[in-house]
């Protein structure tokens, strides 16, 4: 029991301000040792904390030291109201660091990148994500290392989020995108490679993409069907 109330209490208002931060997109999917973990919890337990007693502490007698707070998780109400106020709390601070706290530390840290001749650090946790997580259609081709072209073209639909065990993404449009590139030369801007699976994704230029499907648009032969259908 007293490992249930020391996690509730000390580690899991940390915990969860992590958890919002990299639901965010901030900080990258990675597997932490018990140490590491422990140190993240620790240095996200104060703000969500310490807004939490403080907040209930308007409505409650102030809680200022440890001993107080130890004695006050002998009650199950004092449990519940403190664990709900976190997970509002942590919520908040995350959207406030991720916000305002986490662009201001990246531009300083970059400040001092540069000046020792490093690369800036992206605004993304990872490369799939700065390609593949933004708000922008993307038409892509697949291909394996060594092939000249794509095997398979589509309309990415969906993407698998970082922490899945295997990077996937949805296609879709794929015979009607094969024939708009094929037949119109869409050029393509970038190439993300996953040096792991050895695979290439080429992906075009959206804007040439859609001038081309408006010429096809316009073609006589041209029929709207599913696998017919416009990205735009």
């Not at 490992?3 to 580690?11: G, V």
């Not at 597997?31 to 919890?41: D, Q, V, W």
């Not at 605004?123 to 092939?147: C, M, Q, R």
Request: charged share 20%.
């Amino acid at each position: 029991m007293e490992n249930l109330i020391s996690t509730i209490i000390f580690i899991l208002p940390g915990f969860m301000m992590y958890f919002w931060v990299q639901m965010m997109g901030v900080n990258p999917v990675v597997k932490h040792t018990t140490i590491e973990f422990g140190a993240l919890s620790a240095l996200a337990w104060f703000p969500v904390a310490f807004a939490s007693l403080g907040i209930m502490s308007l409505y409650h007698d102030p809680i200022v030291s440890l001993d107080e707070i130890k004695n006050a998780a002998n009650s199950i109400r004092f449990l519940v109201e403190f664990t709900a106020i976190s997970i509002v709390t942590s919520f908040l601070i995350s959207v406030l660091y991720v916000t305002i706290i986490y662009p201001v530390q990246r531009y300083s840290i970059n400040k001092i990148r540069i000046s020792i001749k490093k690369t800036p650090l992206s605004k993304s946790a990872s490369v799939w994500e700065e390609v593949f997580f933004n708000d922008k259609p993307l038409i892509v081709g697949v291909s394996k290392f060594g092939s000249s072209e794509p095997d398979v073209f589509g309309n990415i639909e969906k993407v698998a989020r970082p922490f899945e065990p295997k990077r996937t993404f949805k296609l879709i449009y794929m015979e009607y995108v094969e024939l708009i590139i094929k037949k119109y030369n869409v050029p393509v801007k970038e190439i993300f490679t996953d040096i792991d699976s050895g695979v290439n994704v080429f992906i075009y230029d959206y804007e040439a993409y859609q001038a081309a499907d408006q010429k096809e648009r316009k073609e006589p032969e041209y029929i709207q069907t599913p696998s017919r259908s416009s990205t735009s």
